[in-house]
């Protein structure tokens, strides 16, 4: 069920807000609180260390030696909080490997942390979502 309210902003902050809205095509402002609102909601639950979801993403040369081997070790010692994993060449010379993980936020973000520290990762990131319902 939505329930409505009304907020009043100052003229110069709501035309950085319909910027906002415009640059990350909202359809309307309401969208747009919604998702802001969540975000905000979804740092608190990962600052109080509570269930996550995610995905981690790397990219890394498939010339590092020993590299893939280092992260499926990486792996194996969080294997309670990785839920899939996948590792795709994108050429001779580029892979990426996609983690789903759930569990606490603080040991979501060791693996992460681990992971984007190996010698041989470009790059990476952790993208983390709530598991709470009351975020939908």
Known sequence: MLKRFSISLENNLLDKFDRY???????NRSEAIRDLIRKALLKKD??????????????????HPKLQEKVTRTQRDFHHQIVSSTNIHLDHNNCIIVIV????????????????????????????????????
Request: net charge positive; with cysteine.
């Open 21 to 27: 809205i415009k640059i990350h095509q909202y359809h």
């Open 46 to 63: 990962w600052q109080m260390d509570k269930q996550m979801m995610g995905v981690i993403s790397l990219t890394f040369s498939n010339h």
């Open 101 to 136: 993980v759930c569990g606490k936020a603080g040991v979501v973000q060791q693996l992460a942390n681990r992971l984007l520290a190996l010698r041989g990762i470009r790059d990476g990131n952790l993208a983390m979502s709530s598991t709470d319902k009351a975020l939908s």
